[in-house]
């Protein structure tokens, strides 16, 4: 028997794709019956950079980048959603049951807060770019496919010239 699906985890980077890969999240969460999680993943500040900045402004600019990000997800999911309505006929903002931002690496902080959210699916886009490996699928996108253990829907950008973008607010 397929288990149901109630919450949606909608990881993003905010780029074109994850913009189309978020009508999905929201097309799943209709047919459903489904809330949709979404996460954005502020990954920290590099190592090789540690030693030219004092460490309270490290936490500053950390705490800066996550706030940013928050208010940035908000805006542009408003946006997306009026424009998408027209399209869907039901507000997809009501779908959206949680924002996280958190600090860290993108790969486990999708895979933790899947887990910890007791989210039913992960949707993901992929910008397709890379060598080798990774021709077809992010590193990320990659990663999250063959380490979750929950399904894995990874939407790639389609071939044409999609009008689902965040949009440049």
Partial sequence: MIPKIRKI??????????????????????????N????????????????????????????????????EIKKRLQSFCTRVESQIGAPCIELVSQTLVPL????????????REGCDLIILGTHGKGF????????????????ARKPVFIIPLPSEKSNLDWGKI
Avoid: C, W
Avoid at 41 to 65: A, C, H, Q
Avoid at 104 to 115: C, V
Avoid at 132 to 147: C, I, K, M, P, W
């Fill in 9 to 34: 985890l909608y990881a993003t980077d905010l780029s074109e794709n994850s913009a189309y890969a978020f009508y999905f999240a929201i097309d799943f969460a209709q047919k459903h019956n489904a």
């Fill in 36 to 71: 949709i999680i979404i996460l954005h993943v502020v990954e920290p500040i590099s190592p090789d950079v540690m030693p030219y900045i004092e460490r309270g402004t490290k936490v500053k600019m950390e705490k800066d980048n996550i706030r940013e990000a928050i208010e």
């Fill in 104 to 115: 860290g690496h993108p790969t486990e902080e999708i895979l933790n807060t899947a887990e």
């Fill in 132 to 147: 080798l490996a990774h021709t077809f699928l992010g590193s990320v996108s990659s990663a999250v496919l063959h380490r």
